[in-house]
């Protein structure tokens, strides 16, 4: 029984000293700006369409009646079978499978040459590729994905990581979610989205706690974005605060020790 309401007084002691200053107004996703609109409706934003850029790399799948032709256009998925073998044997990292971007936005394909994608979307892409190839294969159809949409996601979260995301579309909300949600430190009123476009960097802000983040321009992400939760003060001086308080817990589990024989 002692023991029992020695550890109670200890966890509800430390418990105190580290949260009582952490609101719910702080922790609350998408809270409302007015009580009386809480089951009110909301437009849903466009869906982010991704425009292919330089550096991007798209798996191209073609498929006709003619399966020589099909192994031609899709030569990297053999290659890809070899280095996964080969990678098994020497733990190598596998190699970039598809057709790259390069510096010029154009891809090359087999007997089409050099086709300008940049600036278009996977849409587009594949509807353009169906076009060239038709003269060369008979009912060719065309699966363009766009592979290294990725995402990083930084500070104060669960896991932070680099994440791969194979739809080509993904949200704030649900890379939090990728990476664990937010820790118990993590401002939530300030999460900063890092993203460059035509050669600029941009630096948005998204508030969680807002039903307004849907409204945001950063609510969708781009690929190569790059989401950082900033820490709460609650962290940073968190270590000072166990410091000051050490000296008190001393004397009062002594006093309670005493007290308890």
């Given at each position: 029984?002692?023991?029992?309401?020695?550890?109670?007084?200890?966890f509800l002691?430390i418990?105190?000293g580290?949260f009582?200053c952490?609101?719910?107004?702080d922790v609350?996703y998408?809270q409302?700006t007015?009580?009386?609109?809480?089951l009110?409706?909301m437009n849903?934003?466009q869906?982010?369409v991704i425009k292919?850029q330089?550096?991007d790399?798209?798996?191209v799948?073609?498929n006709s009646?003619?399966?020589?032709?099909?192994s031609?256009f899709?030569?990297?998925v053999?290659?890809?079978r070899?280095?996964?073998s080969?990678?098994?044997t020497?733990?190598?990292?596998?190699?970039?499978e598809?057709?790259?971007?390069d510096?010029d936005?154009?891809i090359t394909l087999?007997?089409v040459?050099?086709l300008?994608?940049?600036?278009?979307?996977v849409?587009?892409?594949?509807?353009?590729i169906t076009?060239?190839l038709d003269?060369?294969l008979?009912?060719?159809?065309?699966n363009v994905?766009?592979?290294n949409?990725?995402?990083?996601?930084?500070?104060?979260?669960?896991?932070p990581s680099?994440?791969?995301?194979p739809?080509?579309?993904?949200t704030v909300?649900q890379?939090?979610a990728?990476?664990?949600?937010?820790?118990?430190?993590g401002?939530?009123?300030?999460?900063m989205?890092v993203r460059?476009?035509?050669g600029?960097?941009?630096f948005?802000?998204v508030d969680?706690?807002?039903?307004?983040?849907?409204n945001s321009?950063?609510?969708?992400l781009?690929a190569n974005?790059?989401?950082?939760?900033?820490p709460?003060?609650g962290k940073?001086?968190?270590t000072?605060r166990?410091?000051?308080?050490?000296p008190?817990?001393?004397?009062?589990?002594?006093?309670?020790?005493?007290?308890l024989?």
């Open positions: 029984m002692k023991n029992r309401i020695f550890r109670n007084f200890l002691f418990s105190f580290f009582s952490v609101s719910q107004k609350t998408f409302s007015n009580t009386k609109d809480s009110t409706a849903v934003q869906a982010y292919l330089t550096g790399i798209l798996s799948m073609v009646l003619s399966p020589e032709a099909n031609m899709n030569p990297y053999e290659a890809s070899a280095n996964t080969q990678n098994i020497n733990n190598a990292p596998a190699a970039a598809g057709y790259l971007i510096v936005g154009n087999p007997l040459g050099k300008k994608v940049s600036g278009l979307t849409k587009q892409t594949t509807d353009l076009e060239k003269k060369y008979q009912q060719p159809t065309v994905r766009l592979i949409f990725k995402i990083s996601i930084l500070g104060e979260v669960v896991r680099v994440y791969t995301i739809n080509e579309q993904i909300p890379a939090l990728l990476a664990g949600d937010l820790t118990i430190y401002k939530r009123k300030n999460i989205v460059e476009t035509d600029k960097r941009e948005g802000h969680l706690t807002s039903r307004n983040m849907f321009p950063y609510y969708y781009h974005d790059v989401v950082y939760v900033e709460s003060s940073l001086t968190s000072d166990l410091v000051q308080l050490l008190l817990l001393i004397s009062a589990v002594s006093l309670l020790t005493v007290i024989k």
